[in-house]
Every structure is written in structure tokens, then in C-alpha cells.
């Protein structure tokens, strides 16, 4: 069974940083494209980032580029993204994502969310 | 403003079919394959349909999918009242090099 369980999430300042976590289960870690995507309290879903099964291959929403950064560590089939420069805006749950939109059988896996807060 | 449009709001009483709608436009509706996803109050997304029309393992045959042009749309048949959540469509743009999502459809069981 997938399981992906989002950590790091909690209050901050504008301005500051913040390391998200999410550690992966039940599937081939290195070979799942992974992402994240965010939703602000009462809002839509916005995707955030993603990064490619090899690791060579990342892209961003306009609205984080040169701020936030997608990593990942084999090792221990974890998915990290960095925040950095925080704005109030960024205020969101925020989802781990395998294999957003893939057209494998069974389709695509989320985790339960990360609540991140911006506000002074 | 989403890339991806939805009504805000549907509604529908036990028993009934309703259709969800999404709109969007060659570069990801009309050439990328489209998910939809129920979203329960307090709660992580849950998968629904995958590459247009496909039922992950779980879901009811009474959710269906289906694509048009540069649209899609999301059917529940036999309407229950839990299925009263949010509904949202996402597609890959291939201009944007993203994943764009719809803005959300509440929906309402009378």
C-alpha cells in the first residue's frame, strides 16, 4: 500500500524558512515522478513543484520560482521541499504527491497534508 | 483565476445523476488527459478518475468520466448524500509545462 506522510509544516514568520518532509512507502521510490501541491485554507488546489524519478529534472509554479526547492534522497525514500522567503500567500496545506496525473493502472497517490502558516 | 474551469457550485437530491463540467483549452484539456478527485471537508484529496475515464480500485462504478474537445466532465449516478464535497479536475498544460487544476465545484446534496 502507497503511503506518504508530509512533516515539517508549522507556523512562521514572513520572511523565514521552512523545510518540508515527506516520507514515501509501498512503492519503487526511484521511479515515481514526485510532486507537491498546495492549498490555501478554504481555497483551490494549486501545484507547486514536481521532480522527475532520477532526480536530473525539476520545475515550479511561477509563484515559488527561486524561492522554494524540490529535493529528494533515495536513501530514505523521502521528498523534501525547501521555503524560503515566505510570504503571507504561501499560507497552505501541503500535499505529497506520486505520480501526479500518470496513466499507470490505479492512478496517482496523496498524502493527509502539511499545514504551513505564514504570519507574524 | 484557474486554468482549468469549473461551476462553483452544483446541486442534486438523492438518487439523481449529476454532471460536473471542467473547461480548458488545446495545450491541456484538449491534449493532456484529464483526473478528477473528491476532496471530503477536512480531508486529503481522494482520486476518482485517472486518464479521463478510469476508476481507481475502490470507487464506485456510479462515478464516471469523460472528455470532449477541450472539455470534461465528471458523472454520479445514484446521488448519496456523502458524496456532498468538493470536486476538482486537473490536466497537464504542455505550453505551461505545469499541472493546472480547476477551481472546485462544492456540491450539494439536497
Known amino acids: 500500500e502507497v503511503q506518504l506522510v508530509e512533516s515539517g509544516g508549522g507556523l512562521v514568520q514572513p520572511g523565514g524558512s521552512l523545510r518540508l518532509s515527506c516520507a514515501a512507502s509501498g512503492f519503487t521510490f526511484s521511479s515515481s515522478w514526485m510532486h507537491w501541491v498546495r492549498q490555501a485554507p478554504g481555497k483551490g488546489l494549486v501545484w507547486v513543484s514536481r521532480?522527475?524519478?532520477?532526480?536530473?529534472?525539476?520545475t515550479y509554479a511561477d509563484s515559488v520560482k527561486g524561492r522554494f526547492t524540490i529535493s529528494r534522497d533515495y536513501a530514505k525514500n523521502t521528498l523534501y521541499l525547501q521555503m524560503n522567503s515566505l510570504r503571507v500567500e504561501d499560507t497552505a496545506v501541503y500535499y505529497c504527491?506520486?505520480?501526479?496525473?500518470?496513466?499507470?493502472?490505479?492512478?496517482?497517490?496523496w498524502g493527509q497534508g502539511t499545514l504551513v502558516t505564514v504570519s507574524s | 483565476q484557474s486554468v482549468l474551469t469549473q461551476p462553483p457550485s452544483a446541486s442534486g437530491t438523492p438518487g439523481q445523476r449529476i454532471t460536473i463540467s471542467c473547461s480548458g483549452s488545446?495545450?491541456?484539456?484538449?491534449?493532456?488527459?484529464v483526473n478528477w478527485y473528491q476532496q471530503l471537508p477536512g480531508t486529503a484529496p481522494k482520486l476518482l478518475i485517472y486518464s479521463n475515464n478510469q476508476r481507481p480500485s475502490g470507487v464506485p462504478a456510479r462515478f464516471s468520466g469523460s472528455k470532449s474537445g477541450t472539455s470534461a466532465s465528471l458523472a454520479i449516478s445514484g446521488l448519496q448524500s456523502e458524496d456532498e464535497a468538493d470536486y476538482f479536475c486537473?490536466?497537464?498544460?504542455?505550453?505551461?509545462?505545469?499541472?493546472?487544476f480547476g477551481g472546485g465545484t462544492k456540491l450539494t446534496v439536497l
Open positions: 521532480m522527475n524519478t532520477d532526480g536530473s529534472s525539476t
Open positions: 486537473a490536466s497537464s498544460d504542455g505550453s505551461l509545462n505545469v499541472v493546472v
Open positions: 504527491v506520486q505520480n501526479l496525473l500518470t496513466t499507470r493502472e490505479g492512478g496517482d497517490h
Open positions: 488545446s495545450s491541456n484539456i484538449g491534449s493532456k488527459t
